[in-house]
């Protein structure tokens, strides 16, 4: 059965109790409501149907809206990205209604999958920016840092989004010196996932400490330390790759790994 996933306000749209989607069969009431939509995949359109509601819309009391970000506990991993992509789809044709270059209407061309000028025949394609993250190892250590976002007490891995002209292990150097102050080597490449906040492909790796002592920039990073795997402050447990480069540490070093993920 084809879902919807439609968005307000960034935040999606479930049936009440949060760990279901609405259906193109049950909750045809919805088309009511959207402003924008289109497939997810536009080569299978029923695999499912974005859309986009005004914030304004008073929705039915049987639906809630939820923050993305809150839902990974009650959808499996491949959902939970299928929902970043009907976002980031979403967002970018939200985003890209008018043409950059002489300001026309833009209309979606199936074909490219992407929004095209009718009068100076300009394409848009879906923006994606690339971004790294990292675990740095130090004697058996791993270097983590509280983001200036964070909640307090919580720290992940250092991450951060590649420059023009910026090769990924160049953006690893940078942004780990940038942050911490220290110097890393022998970057290896980890892994990499699709992260819809809003539109950025995380690239994982791993590295070794090279030199220097931690200082934070304090823009960014507010707190940075090394921690053995017996040592690990609070983290964000989720479907993220920050996580997986964390378990992937922790496995690698710990002689009491069960005990410390569970």
């Known amino acids: 059965m084809s879902k919807y996933y439609i968005f307000c306000n960034g935040k999606i749209v479930l049936k009440k109790g949060g760990s279901e989607l609405p259906d193109t069969v049950s909750d045809r009431n919805l088309e009511c409501f959207f402003k924008e939509s289109g497939n997810i995949y536009r080569e299978n359109p029923e695999e499912g149907i974005w859309a986009e509601i005004d914030p304004k819309a008073e929705?039915?009391?049987?639906?809630?809206?939820?923050?993305?970000?809150?839902?990974?506990?009650?959808?499996?991993?491949?959902?939970?990205?299928?929902?970043?992509?009907?976002?980031?789809?979403?967002?970018?044709?939200?985003?890209?209604?008018?043409?950059?270059v002489c300001g026309a209407r833009t209309l979606y061309d199936n074909d490219e999958g992407a929004m095209r000028c009718?009068?100076?025949?300009?394409?848009?394609?879906?923006?994606?920016?690339?971004?790294?993250?990292?675990?740095?190892?130090?004697?058996?250590?791993?270097?983590?840092?509280?983001?200036?976002?964070?909640?307090?007490?919580?720290?992940?891995?250092?991450?951060?989004?590649?420059?023009?002209?910026?090769?990924?292990?160049?953006?690893?150097?940078?942004?780990?010196?940038?942050?911490?102050?220290v110097a890393v080597k022998n970057i290896r490449y980890f892994g990499s996932q699709p992260w819809p906040f809003p539109h950025s492909l995380m690239l994982g790796f791993t590295a070794e400490w090279k030199s220097g002592e931690i200082r934070v920039d304090g823009k960014e990073v507010t707190e940075a330390s090394w921690f053995a795997p017996e040592e690990m402050p609070e983290v964000f447990r989720g479907l993220s790759i920050s996580w997986k480069l964390i378990e992937n540490f922790i496995k690698n070093h710990s002689q009491t790994t069960d005990a410390v993920i569970s």
């Open 59 to 100: 929705l039915p009391d049987n639906y809630v809206l939820l923050e993305r970000r809150a839902i990974w506990p009650a959808f499996a991993e491949r959902e939970f990205f299928r929902v970043g992509r009907a976002f980031h789809l979403m967002d970018w044709q939200r985003t890209n209604k008018h043409c950059g």
């Open 118 to 181: 009718p009068r100076c025949n300009e394409v848009f394609y879906p923006v994606i920016s690339p971004a790294i993250i990292v675990a740095v190892e130090k004697y058996g250590k791993l270097l983590m840092g509280h983001g200036i976002n964070f909640p307090p007490g919580r720290f992940s891995v250092l991450a951060g989004f590649v420059e023009p002209g910026e090769s990924l292990e160049e953006c690893v150097i940078r942004e780990v010196f940038e942050e911490t102050g």
